[in-house]
């Protein structure tokens, strides 16, 4: 099967683009690291699993982002999955130049990532690749560690059509 195509591609409106993308509900995540004692962190709903041998999981981040070289230095991240009750926190690492760690109770895991506490479910990973890809990097990570202490009473913090959301009709 050829992938080439001889026929123009219509220019998609960034706009457009967006609003098609709101239409598939995502998890929300904080990636996180410390590098000289500086947590690190921002708001990522790009992230999947990849492979269950070796474990794999994937995030996509903007090729500007502020905080993912700091992320690549320390070669190391933990991805905080949240709870439904989180959508403060999901907006206040989504912010640029603030103080992102304001309030939040977070604790080192065993690879040295700040995890966040209260949430769903936290994941210790190693920068396995990273790929460019348009405007933005995919960032492949091998699972090192996980939470083994799982809320089974908690719910995932959702985003759709440009909203938090919860299962079962909760909307945030």
Not at 23 to 50: L, R
Not at 64 to 75: D, V
Not at 91 to 108: C, H, N, P, S, V
Not at 138 to 152: R, S
Request: one cysteine or more.
């Amino acid at each position: 099967m050829s992938l080439s195509n001889t026929n123009p591609a219509p220019t998609i409106d960034p706009a457009s683009f967006r609003e098609a993308l709101g239409h598939f509900a995502s998890g929300i995540t904080i990636i996180t690291t410390q590098v000289d004692d500086e947590p690190i962190g921002f708001t990522c709903q790009s992230f999947y699993s990849v492979s269950m041998n070796p474990p794999l999981v994937s995030f996509s981040v903007k090729a500007s982002s502020f905080s993912y070289p700091k992320i690549r230095q320390a070669e190391r991240f933990a991805v905080n999955i949240l709870s439904s009750e989180q959508s403060h926190v999901s907006t206040q690492f989504a912010m640029r130049g603030a103080d992102k760690w304001q309030g939040i109770d977070w604790k080192l895991s065993p690879l040295g990532n700040p995890v966040i506490n209260d949430s769903l479910h936290w994941l210790d990973c190693k920068i396995h690749a990273e790929h460019p890809a348009g405007d933005h990097l995919i960032v492949i990570g091998e699972v090192k560690g996980l939470n083994l202490d799982v809320a089974t009473a908690a719910r995932p913090l959702l985003y759709f059509k440009g909203k938090y959301g919860g299962m079962a009709g909760e909307e945030k």
